[in-house]
């Protein structure tokens, strides 16, 4: 895809299904053109978006370890599937060079959700060592919703560096991505709605 024909899909971005009165414009440190407006969010949207994730986890931290693996594994393959416009849209949306985007970024990104898809159902209780009078057990249980805080020189891999973890355990995220680069993180939302994520999580 060239950078003309993701102009042109951009102009048709909407996240109206964001519930959010205002937005910004995210413009490329290229050549200054508007990519996209994205929604600006506000305090009550962070306490609404808090409120639903807290809402979901009560039913995400009892799904299956097993099938939470397999949701974040569906988002790999989907980062995969989408590696060209995901390497495409960092480069345009923070100035990154298309080629470590592609090779570096996306790679570690569907890396990250492929290592915590296979390790989500091998978090499990343990019995640690202790004198032969006591007996102690580590028990790992979800802790409920994450703020996920993401820089934009990374953003996609951060971001995946901070979701993936936290949806292995069975927590649900709340994603700040960086008003300089989020069309990839909010690609990335999708594309995990897309694998069967609630959209609340």
Known sequence: MTHEEWLRRAKDLRFED?????????VSPRDGQVLA????????E??????????AFDSWSQVAPVERGKVLLRIADLL???????ALTISLEMGKPITDAYTIELRAAINTFRWYGQLADKLTDAVPQTSPEALALVTREPAGVVGAVVPWNFPLTLASWKVAPALAAGCTVVLKPSEFSPLSALQLGRLAIEAGLPQEL
């Open 46 to 55: 962070v306490d609404d978006a808090v409120t639903a994730a807290r809402r």
């Open 37 to 44: 407006d994205v929604p600006d969010a506000g305090e009550s």
């Open 80 to 86: 995969e599937q989408h590696r060209e416009t995901l």
């Open 18 to 26: 964001i519930p959010c009165s205002k937005t910004f414009a995210v």
